[in-house]
């Protein structure tokens, strides 16, 4: 079977009363082949509307239609019969005359009645003589009325009453359904819902239920919600806020201050000042403040709907500006390792006091201490990085000031680099480096002995050799001037040139046993 439609409304006139509302549910066996099934179109209708029974899957053998009221072929009940081929409409004893039957035997009934609800049946008449049924049950539904709602009260209190809100009228067969700013309600906690939903109770009322609440009846065939009713609950005062949050303020200036507290309806406001009546207004304003000002200002909101009364105390200082403070040294020059003391000078009171170095605040090492109002600083020994300009900044709640600049000159030994090296450290390190240069020292003067020493053998070796060379007459290859001139050729002058770097280096060149023989010649 096809889908069924939408739901659709009927209008009617205020003077009607009770309306009806009419659709089909149909019936039917799951087949082995296609079979006549009847649809409901639309699927709802009201009173004074129409309705179609649109057949599906009939007999390709049809020749005529029989519709019926009621679940079975009656004929007593029957509403009308069509004939395909001539397509000629025979009224039945049922008839209305709103009814219309097309050749495709489909059923039209206009402008539905409560009457019209229950079963209706198509019987298809084949050319063999045979037929074919199909049912359907037609339901009534009423057309509902605009609802209206009801409360026992529309203005409570907050946490101190209960609200129930009744929708109207009452009615069968009938879904009621809650709104509240829009939103759909649901039963459940603070909210039950009761009397078949008609009924709708807020226990605990908070401000959180403010807001316009609705309700809708709803059943197949239409539905229609009620005009919004506004529940305004009453709350507050809760406890005062006081603006701005500054309770320090100077002389000559005004005085503002602002109270606000949430409250349904809208709190009333009151100040005091030291618990003496000043104005009744939210906004207070005192102009050219002084000292006598101060106090402590209480706001008082209150609320006649609720009857409740809340307050909050400020408290307000009115002080003078403070003066610009001025700086004394034990000592403006300090030599290094000595000690100094700054010292602060005000005449107001109440203040904190700030030091400035440089024109940025001061850090402080363990080599400075401060007193206990800040007003002294004690730097204990002074070193060299100490010297610059320092300045101190009082200051209360309303104004600060900041004194002129103290320059402090620290003198120290420009011998000794500030490298931060201990005395003991730089002695190390002066002795390390005269160690250093004796080494280097003696080193050379070993070098240097050693190569006048090594010159002086090698020239007496020469010397020696060319004073045997003058005695021999002749070569002989076995004389011993023979061996001499092995002896002298084996000494390779080449290493005792001015180039070289040591003395000795000739002698390493020379065989111990030629030099020996040399010698002994």
């Keep these: 079977m096809e889908p069924r439609s939408a739901t659709s ?112 049946t198509l019987q298809a008449l084949k050319d063999n003589f045979w037929s074919e049924d199909a049912s359907g049950q037609f339901r009534v539904y009423r057309v509902l009325p605009k609802p209206f709602l009801t409360t026992n009260n529309s203005n409570p209190v907050e946490g101190e009453e209960a609200v129930a809100f009744t929708c109207e009228p009452e009615m069968g067969n009938t879904t009621y359904l809650w709104w509240r700013n829009g939103q759909s309600l649901q039963g459940g906690g603070r909210l039950q819902l009761s009397n078949g939903n008609k009924s709708l109770t807020i226990f605990n009322v908070t401000r959180d239920d403010t807001g316009s609440y609705e309700c809708e009846m709803w059943n197949e065939a239409n539905s229609n919600r009620s005009d919004p009713l506004t529940l305004n609950v009453s709350y507050g005062p809760d406890a005062p806020i006081i603006s701005p949050p500054d309770s320090y303020f100077h002389p000559g200036t005004t005085l503002n201050l602002s109270c606000y507290a949430a409250s349904n309806p809208p709190a009333q406001y009151s100040w005091l000042l030291n618990g003496s009546s000043l104005q009744s207004t939210q906004e207070l304003s005192i102009p050219d403040i002084s000292a006598n000002n101060s106090g402590s200002y209480t706001c008082l909101a209150s609320n006649p709907a ?78 060299r990085q100490d ?106 002058f080449n290493t005792v040139q001015p180039k070289q770097s040591t003395s000795d280096s000739a002698f390493s060149t020379v065989p111990e046993t030629v030099y020996s023989e040399v010698k002994k010649k």
């Design 9 to 120: 409304h009927g209008g009617c006139a205020p003077w009607q009363g009770l309306l009806l509302a009419a659709s089909l549910l149909t019936f039917q066996t799951t087949p082995t082949t296609a079979q006549l099934a009847i649809e409901l179109v639309p699927f709802s209708v009201a009173k004074g509307g129409d309705v179609l029974l649109l057949v599906h899957n009939l007999p390709q053998n049809t020749i005529g239609y029989k519709w019926f009221k009621g679940e079975r072929s009656d004929s007593s009940r029957e509403i009308a019969a069509y004939v395909i081929s001539t397509m000629v409409t025979t009224p039945g004893p049922v008839f209305s005359d709103r009814e219309t039957i097309y050749p495709n035997g489909s059923l039209l009934l206009r402008n539905v009645t409560q009457q019209d609800t229950g079963y209706y």
């Design 306 to 383: 609720t009857g409740l009364n809340t307050s909050t105390v400020k408290n307000v200082t009115v002080t003078e500006l403070v003066s610009t403070p001025s700086i004394q040294a034990s000592n403006t020059t300090v030599s290094e390792e000595d000690s100094v003391v700054l010292s602060c000078l005000s005449s107001d009171t109440g203040i904190s006091i700030q030091w400035i170095f440089n024109n940025q605040s001061l850090q402080l090492t363990e080599r400075m201490k401060l007193s206990q109002n800040s007003s002294t600083l004690t730097i204990n020994p002074v070193k």
């Design 387 to 492: 010297a610059g300009e320092y300045q101190c900044e009082v200051s209360n709640p309303v104004s600060s000031r900041r004194s002129d600049p103290l320059s402090l000159q620290v003198n120290y030994d420009p011998t000794q680099e500030s490298s931060g090296l201990s005395v003991g450290a730089i002695v190390g390190i002066v002795i390390g480096v005269v160690a250093g240069v004796a080494l280097i020292a003696a080193l050379v003067y070993f070098l240097f002995f050693r190569k006048i020493g090594g010159a002086s053998n090698l020239h007496d070796l020469t010397e020696h050799k060319l004073s045997v060379s003058s005695h021999n007459p002749g070569p002989s290859d076995n004389s011993p001037n023979k061996v001499d001139e092995i002896a002298y050729s084996s000494l390779n």
